[in-house]
């Protein structure tokens, strides 16, 4: 999920990736999709793709370890191990609906105690492909930290990926690269719709911001996500860079829908990130992370602004507020290039 610094004063601050264990979201007629999506002048390779992996219902306690030590972001949380999430509830898979990830909202805490997440990781690792993730829903509110990402080994040589990742109330979905040495985003190779927020990918000697994007929809992350049913975060990850797409569920393509997705067909993507000034051996042996922490390295440093208050740490508390602290999950599919 994460691995991260400051990156924004205000709205959003890219969070502190400490290794490889930290990190450092009811369908309309079809002739309706893409009815607000504006002509685009991306024109990438048409590709055939083939489903890999479908990871829904069950799988996700069949193919997906618990992680259960402590937040390497410093979060005021405590991940549960398998057995546990699914006794306490905060872990329930539906080979029928989405399958939910919650944070404990029954207990009351005392002071510096962390709250019962769930933070989950593929056991399979990839070295590329297109990765289709559809959400119902993500958890929302101050403290909240949720994520999805891709993260390599002995962090930030193997690289990070994040696909989902927002803090407290935000609005906008932020998507960021972490790496070793090496890396930036050319900016001037950009073909996209989000903003840049930084070009420097390298987590090194404090500085662990990376080279990210804010999506310009705030349908793309929280509440307004969450009020349109969610919908789906697609990353092509091939030998030419990394892309990153969202669309509302109203406007999921209908070859996502089919499993036989076209990326040449979606326009641009919000965030792209081409393999010239960052190289492709920057990324390798990635697994899926899909987790919730709270306050912490980013979203702890973020309150005290807006509607969040100042003391994180005593927000945690009480758990009434974490009633819309659940990730919803239809499911995140994996495909690869034939």
């Given amino acids: 999920m994460h691995s991260f610094s400051v990156l924004l004063a205000s709205l959003l601050v890219s969070p502190l990736l400490a290794n490889a264990f930290g990190h450092g979201n ?37 193919d997906w370890s618990f992680f259960s030590e402590a937040d390497p972001t410093h979060g005021t949380v405590n991940y549960l191990a398998k057995d546990a999430a699914i006794q306490a509830g905060l872990a329930v898979t539906n080979n029928d609906g989405p399958s939910t990830f919650s944070v404990d909202n029954s207990t009351w805490l005392g002071s510096g105690q962390g709250r019962n997440s769930v933070r989950i990781t593929s056991n399979k690792q990839y070295n590329g492909g297109l990765f289709i993730a559809d959400f119902e829903k993500m958890p929302t509110g101050c403290s909240t930290w949720p994520a999805f990402w891709l993260v390599g080994p002995s962090w930030p040589n193997g690289g990070e990926i994040d696909i989902v990742e927002g803090v407290n109330v935000n609005t906008k979905n932020q998507y960021t690269l972490h790496t070793g040495d090496g890396c930036t985003l050319d900016a001037t190779l950009r073909v996209s719709t989000g903003n840049v ?39 092509v990850w091939d030998s030419e860079g990394i892309s990153m797409y969202f669309f509302s569920r109203c406007d999921i393509p209908e ?48 309150t005290g602004s807006g509607d969040c208050p100042k003391s994180c740490n005593e927000y945690v508390m009480d758990p009434t507020n974490f009633a819309t602290a659940a990730w919803e ?6 495909y690869q290039n034939n």
């Fill in 255 to 302: 070859d996502i829908d089919n499993e036989t997705p076209d990326p040449s067909s979606w326009g641009s993507p919000v965030a792209t990130f081409p393999f010239t000034s960052c190289t492709a051996d920057h990324f390798s042996d990635m697994s899926m992370v899909l987790d919730t922490t709270l306050c912490g390295d980013w979203a702890g440093g973020a």
């Fill in 197 to 235: 927020l930084g070009s420097n990918c390298v987590s090194s000697n404090g500085d662990n911001s990376g080279c990210a994007y804010t999506d310009p929809s705030e349908n793309s992350y929280g509440a307004g996500f969450n009020d349109n049913h969610g919908g789906v975060y697609a990353t």
């Fill in 329 to 334: 999950v239809n499911y995140i599919a994996v």
């Fill in 26 to 62: 009811a369908l309309t007629p079809a002739h309706k999709r893409h009815r607000n999506r504006a002509p685009s002048t991306y024109q990438k390779k048409r590709a055939s793709y083939t489903l890999e992996d479908m990871y829904t219902g069950d799988s996700f306690v069949n």
